[in-house]
């Protein structure tokens, strides 16, 4: 059980706040604040998700700037509680449409409406937004989303000054448009995070995709949804390591798929046979499926790293990136950082001639070098030249204490794990009901590194 639920801003602002059990102190909110602006232990940059202050334990997770936090004197699962958290601010994104504190501050008693049926004396009675719907009776008071900064997810489906169609990310699933009239729209979104892992020659060491398939959907009636796959995918690796066989082709075109998990709505009745899913999409976002990837596939982006050293307290550092992708993607906020020796007392720092949309950093207190890119385009290379002057003469290998080089990314409709969205059946109402149908691919670094 938990005693409090609140949301913080970025300055430590109190948003929403609402006491269960009244077992924990009144200013626990500015205790957890303070607490994780200043946090120092084991020299850590940031508090960890869960941690313990003078007997209440403290759970938080950051939804798009915002701190969800969720506060108990019982020893409770760290899972279940950041699962929660997350699940909360999956809900009110889905009845506020944005979720921001501006959209917040004007939806208040909305927001407190709905906290009061999610959790009941500290205990969760749900967080399904269709069951909310029988019990949430204050309407949703819709914030201008044009005049929003693209922010996280927002920002995934942007490329160059146009957006892609569709406004899911900033509709409410409550709210009806002017006139009465009911959106009809369906979004599917595949999103995967990929980790990879570099050796100082370039071989690959570790690779893995941690892939999403969400969905939001807009359609009156909820009517049955049809999501084919493709044919030749399997699932569990080759080699008697097989975690479940649907007689997929392993084929080297094939997408080869280690593990999986689908929602509850999700029917298998037929995935075996054509790999079709078969689901009733319930209100709101929700992820249709999750999936993992450990095969090799070709990384969107190459790192090579040269470290020169000149003269007893000077050195250079030539960093380049190429992109791997078709010249038709577009990658978006492109930043490349290097840790460098302790001992480095200044930057200065060389782009290519013409470079435009770039911009580079010596973060002095860490003694990092930040290089940010604003887009890079599929088969460009791109190249950094960083002087560095040391204040002691080195007695090692500047290699070893420098690096490695990590890199963080969003690169719009592309995808390494070749899954594709064949088609989007809808079981139709009439020959004239046509909803739109938007599947959009987003691939993000979640931990990408090369070794120097």
């Known amino acids: ?23 924990v102190p009144k200013g626990s909110a500015e205790i957890f604040f303070r607490k994780v602006k200043f946090w120092k232990e084991d020299g850590g940059e940031e508090a960890p998700p869960v ?40 809900v009110i994104k889905d009845y506020l449409g944005v979720l921001n504190e501006d959209s917040l501050r004007k939806n208040f008693v909305l927001v407190y409406e709905l906290l009061d049926e999610v959790i009941d004396f500290g205990y969760v009675q749900t967080t399904s937004t269709e069951i909310l719907k029988s019990y949430i009776f204050n309407e949703p008071i819709m914030v201008d989303a044009g005049r929003l900064p693209p922010l996280g997810p927002a920002a995934m489906f942007m490329q160059g000054t146009k957006r892609m169609p569709g406004t899911a990310i900033t509709q409410s699933v409550v709210a009806n448009e002017p006139g009465g009239r009911k959106r009809e729209e369906i979004f599917v979104d595949i999103i995967e995070k990929i980790s990879i892992t570099f050796s100082s020659s370039g071989y690959i060491l570790t690779s893995e995709i941690d892939g999403t398939i969400q969905m939001k959907s807009y359609l009156t009636g909820n009517p049955e949804i049809r999501l084919a796959l493709n044919e030749d995918l399997s699932i569990g690796r080759a080699g008697g390591r097989s975690v479940y066989d649907y007689g997929g082709s392993a ?8 593990d999986c998990n689908f929602h509850e709505s999700v029917h298998l009745d037929s995935f075996d046979v054509d790999r079709t899913l078969t689901l009733v999409p319930p209100d709101g976002e929700f992820p249709v499926m999750n999936y993992r990837i450990t095969q090799e596939f070709k990384p969107p982006f190459r790192i090579n790293t040269l470290i020169e050293e000149a003269g007893s307290l000077k050195a250079e550092v030539i960093l380049k990136i190429r992109a791997e992708f078709p010249s038709d993607i577009t990658a978006n906020t492109i930043l490349v950082q290097m840790p460098l020796p302790t001992y480095t007392s200044r930057v200065s720092f060389e782009l290519e001639p013409g ?33 560095l002057t040391f204040s002691q003469e080195s007695h090692g290998n500047i290699t070893k204490e420098a690096g490695p080089v990590s890199m963080t990314f969003t690169i719009p409709m592309y995808n390494p794990s ?35």
């Open 1 to 23: 059980m938990i005693s409090q639920f609140f949301v913080l801003s970025q300055r430590g602002d109190s948003i929403v706040f609402r006491d269960y059990r009244g077992d």
């Open 51 to 90: 941690f313990n202050v003078d007997g209440v334990n403290y759970f938080h997770v950051k939804v798009v700037g915002l701190l969800f936090v969720a506060t108990s004197r019982t020893n409770l699962s760290p899972s279940l509680v950041l699962e929660l958290l997350q699940r909360i601010g999956r």
């Open 355 to 387: 470079a435009v949309g770039q911009t580079t950093d010596f973060k002095e207190s860490n003694k990092r070098l930040e290089w940010s890119l604003k887009k890079v385009l599929g088969g460009s290379d791109h190249t950094l030249r960083a002087k």
């Open 251 to 258: 084929g080297s075109g094939a997408v080869i798929l280690d």
């Open 418 to 452: 070749r899954l594709q969205v064949k088609y989007l059946q809808i079981a139709k109402k009439s020959k004239a009901y046509n909803p739109y149908r938007w599947v959009r691919y987003v691939t993000q670094a979640n931990s990408y590194v090369a070794r120097i």
